[in-house]
């Protein structure tokens, strides 16, 4: 049987990643300087990856394996994202160190959870 996600709206991962791309749009909006200007770009392309690939996943995959391909693939940049927020943490930024832990943290976890439902149905089915 396939994954029940076929609009990405419904997954319940969806509305914390959208969360998490609005806290940190508005966290580099505030950032002192323009030097970060690199690290800006990356780090806005890294955040948008993690909702984007969850689309993807819903609308392309025609396969349990291939949809927690896709999740996989969101956990990965959430953990590019953890490393890039870190680097601004690093230079004395607080808001970095939150969103981190109030959010990224979360919904890793929240991808596992899904990721396991599905593994747990997939498995159930071939028993």
Not at 48 to 53: C, D, L, N, T, Y
Not at 68 to 89: C, E, M, R, V
Request: proline residues 6%; contains cysteine.
């Amino acid at each position: 049987m396939i994954h029940n996600y076929k609009n990405h709206r419904d997954l319940p991962v969806w509305k914390p990643s959208i969360e998490l791309v609005q806290s940190v749009y508005r966290l580099l909006s505030i950032l002192p300087s323009p030097e970060e200007f690199h690290l800006c770009a990356l780090i806005k392309k890294t955040v948008v990856e993690v909702p984007a690939s969850l689309a993807k996943g819903s609308k392309k995959a025609t396969s349990e394996a291939e949809f927690i391909y896709y999740l996989d693939q969101a956990n990965s940049y959430l953990y590019a994202l953890k490393a890039q927020l870190g680097i601004l943490s690093d230079l004395g930024l607080q808001t970095p160190r939150k969103i981190i832990d109030n959010q990224i943290k979360p919904l890793r976890l929240q991808i596992f959870l899904v990721k396991r439902t599905i593994e747990k149905t997939r498995f159930n089915d071939i028993s």
